[in-house]
């Protein structure tokens, strides 16, 4: 509750500001669309999206960010399975990790556009690794909070996993100096301009 009621002082500070904040409606389709001409997907790609609601808009302004989203593929049979922490995808698992299908993750209701990165740097080993260092994470709180601070959000949730694996993995953190929100943050631009990954699948809907 207290990271919400931020949260909402966040955007009324940023309306104070001229930033422009867009209400969407995440109820606004009625159906997920089915993702089409899908590549082979593999465990431990990531996907990211930008979200419908309001927390995405300030996400993309403060990390100066594509996408306000990202999770990891930790499985894809019999469906394609995807790990992440969230404030509210499902209203009866909000604020924690979970696990989503691939379609409802990038569907017209959470995202308006979205992709899904290979980690080249990665074997498939490590891959395999990190997805199994995700799995224990499932049903942790979310918690965002700066990098000085005990924090589990949708960034540090790979990052934490994949270090653990590949050390050397050091993508850039952002450093907010604004109203409420301070200190090291970690965006999902950091992990799109990541060296040696790939843009292997792009949707935008609407």
Known sequence: MRKRFLVLLLI????????IVTVYDRHQHSQINALLHL???EIGDWVVRMGTVNDSRWISYLGKSEYSHIGMIIATEPNVKVIHATTND???YSDQVIISDLDHFL?????????????LFLTSQ???QIANLLLTQRGKPFILASRDKSHLYCTTLLFDSIRQIEPSFDPKWTLINYPIFEGEYLFPQ????YPNTQVIYAIKHG
């Open 12 to 19: 009324s500070s940023m309306l104070l500001t001229g930033v």
């Open 39 to 41: 590549p082979k997907l």
């Open 90 to 92: 499902e209203e009866e």
């Open 107 to 119: 569907s017209p209701q959470l995202a308006t556009k979205g992709a899904i990165i290979r980690p």
């Open 126 to 128: 490590q891959k395999q």
């Open 190 to 193: 950091s992990f799109i301009n």
